[in-house]
């Protein structure tokens, strides 16, 4: 294999033939309202938009996180990845929806406690996403209750060591907690993720040239060790500011989070989505 055929990782802005993404300021986010239309069309791979919060305010959103206050429930991934949510994951919910909705409610308090008035990080995400997306409304999903509302996002602390293996978002499809919301959402899931507190080093976003587009069963969830070669594909990697958003076909391919190197917790906020099926709108949880 020559040196042009090899793999290759790329820094964001640098060259690589799969990875599509358009980068820019938030005070530039008017000259891109067709930017996650393009991303879900899959005309773009990302979209990274710098600067959505200034730094002093994720420092004070860090610094309240790492008090635990508010007081988020505070849920786990499993030990080895050295991680946690503020919120529960929609993967890790069992089977009593009754409970994940009651927690739903005091999880949209807690976060507007967070980043208060206009700093509001609910209101702010659903906005700045759909000016991205032509004006279309960004809306937690609703839940088979009308007073019921599915987590919008999940905040997520990284501790040293901490990482999220190779995985597809569409793994997610075919997990038991997913099936009312898979009656209301089209075939085409993407995420978004805020970087709150960033680590000191690691903690970056690894998109792999790999697409799957659906999970069939449950088996194909969950690590792809010995599925792919990860070193025989090249890739491209993510690493935010405080503040910035990047915004990710993760739903076709394959992506990790790198370890976090260094005591310095990384913090995200962290949301999937995709198109409603009955309305010109798209919805969101954690």
Not at 24 to 46: H, I, S
Not at 71 to 90: D, V
Not at 153 to 174: F, K, M
């Amino acid at each position: 294999m020559s040196l042009a055929e090899s793999p290759t990782e790329r820094l964001l802005g640098a060259p690589t033939p799969f990875f599509r993404v358009a980068e820019f300021g938030d005070e530039r986010r008017a000259q891109f309202p067709d930017a996650v239309t393009r991303l879900r069309e899959r005309r773009l791979t990302a979209v990274v938009v710098r600067g959505l919060y200034d730094a002093a305010t994720m420092a004070t959103a860090t610094a309240r996180l790492e008090a635990h206050d508010p007081p988020f429930l505070k849920t786990t991934f499993p030990e080895k990845f050295r991680s946690w949510f503020y919120g529960r994951n929609l993967n890790l919910v069992g089977t009593d929806p009754l409970t994940y909705f009651h927690q739903a409610a005091e999880f949209h308090d807690h976060l507007e406690q967070l980043l208060p008035g206009e700093q509001s990080l609910r209101r702010r995400l659903l906005a700045v996403l759909s000016d991205l997306d032509e004006g279309r409304p960004y809306l937690p999903a609703p839940g088979p209750e009308p007073e019921w509302d599915y987590m919008m996002t999940t905040l997520r602390g990284h501790a040293e060591g901490g990482y999220i293996p190779p995985h597809c978002d569409n793994e997610q499809s075919v997990r038991n907690s997913y099936e009312h919301l898979q009656t209301l959402v089209e075939d085409r899931m993407y995420s978004a993720v805020l970087m709150i507190g960033p680590p000191e080093s690691g903690g970056d976003l690894q998109v792999y040239d790999h697409c799957v587009e659906h999970a069939a069963s449950h088996e194909d969830t969950g690590a792809w060790a010995g599925k792919v070669e990860l070193e025989s594909l090249s890739s491209a990697r993510v690493t935010l500011a405080a503040g910035d958003l990047v915004i990710v076909d993760s739903g076709r391919y394959l992506h990790r989070v790198t370890p976090v190197e260094g005591p310095t917790t990384r913090w995200v906020a962290c949301s999937f989505m995709a198109k409603a099926v009955d309305r010109d709108a798209v919805y969101c949880w954690g």
